[in-house]
């Protein structure tokens, strides 16, 4: 799984904010908020993971059981989906 | 073609249709130098027209919002960028309301000109531009200010932004500048450029820095007036 490329992701007074540009922004339109476990995930995620792979990271940074962390990522993962953020 | 000068920059137009140059009567300036140049394709203005469903608005119209996008588009590169609200000028600052459209903008500061009178000028209706001068940032009137074409050719140092809802009762809070991050990115136009969609965002970091921010919720009254006049303000208002 991927973050499509041309999203650009700072942080603007105390929130961290992505927009896409480029090719991304055809399919997104808008900003989107991350708290610092989502900034955690979209880091991740701008390079090739896996779902085990996403996992086994969260698991690691924040010492949560595997079930957790799995219903964590499923959501977010389904949420970026859903944008259009991920590539296909 | 003719040049006009928007936020102290001269911006060179090169139009198809004469409304856009009736619509900048105000900003026009008879020189030849220029720092922006912008035309617009009839595939732009077509494609401009088709956004609106019920397909009303003529092509010379139609051109006007193109060229104001890419003048706002291109301003960005210039430390400046489009902010839609509603602004208002007091003893020398700004004040912009902003909020979706149709959600009472003009409005209310309609309500400010009728009960504070000649103490209240206008700088615009609908899109200001807002520019940093060194680290401070300036409002300035532009040609595009809506319907009611309430604009002046004038700039004032910003002191705040006032996001409005529709409310029955009126209250009046200050926000953080974490809270209006969305509300305020709502309101302008974002590059698709990668550069210059940072450069946006870092000066949308700047702003919501620097100016204050509040949230009114308020009715069509004098009483909404008065609370967000004396809260922004800080003007004491003497019965009468």
Redesign the interface.
């Known amino acids: 799984m991927k973050i499509k490329e ?1 999203f ?1 992701v ?6 961290i ?1 992505a ?4 090719e991304a ?1 055809i399919g997104f339109n808008g ?1 989107i ?1 991350l708290n610092p476990t989502g900034k955690f995930l979209w880091e991740k995620l701008e390079n090739d993971i896996s779902k085990e792979e996403l996992i086994n990271a969260v698991m690691e940074e924040y010492n949560v059981e595997y079930d957790l962390a799995k219903k964590d990522i499923e959501a977010f993962v389904l949420k970026l989906k859903s944008e259009g953020i991920l590539c296909e | 073609m003719f040049i006009v000068k928007i936020a102290e920059f001269n911006i060179k137009v090169d139009n198809k249709y004469s409304y856009v140059e009736k619509l900048c009567k105000d900003y026009i300036v008879n020189t030849d130098s220029y720092d922006i140049f912008v035309n617009v394709t009839d595939e732009e203005i077509q494609n401009e027209k088709s956004l609106d469903s019920e397909s009303s608005f003529s092509d010379a119209y139609c051109e006007s919002v193109c060229i104001y996008r890419k003048i706002c588009l291109e301003l960005v590169k210039y430390d400046a960028f489009l902010f839609h609200s509603a602004v208002i000028e007091v003893d020398g600052a700004g004040y912009a309301f902003s909020a979706k459209s149709g959600t009472g903008k003009s409005t209310h500061i309609g309500l400010w000109k009728k009960y504070f009178g000649e103490k209240v000028k206008i700088i615009n209706g609908d899109k200001p531009i807002l520019k940093f001068i060194d680290n401070d940032i300036y409002v300035y009137g532009t040609p595009w200010a809506g319907k009611e074409n309430w604009q002046r050719n004038v700039k004032a140092p910003l002191k705040t932004i006032c996001f409005i809802e529709r409310g029955t009762e009126n209250s009046i809070r200050k926000m ?3 809270e ?3 509300k305020v ?2 309101q302008v136009l ?5 550069g210059e ?2 450069k946006m ?2 000066m ?2 700047k702003l ?2 620097k100016v204050s921010l509040w949230n009114l919720k308020c009715n069509i009254s004098k009483e909404a007036a008065e609370l967000s006049y004396t809260t922004l303000t800080g003007d004491d208002i003497s019965e009468n």
């Open positions: 041309g650009v700072r942080e603007v007074a105390g929130k904010v927009v896409a540009t480029g922004s900003m908020t | 953080t500048s974490e209006a991050v969305i990115a709502n974002m590059p698709k450029e990668k969609a940072l965002l870092d949308l970091d919501l820095k």
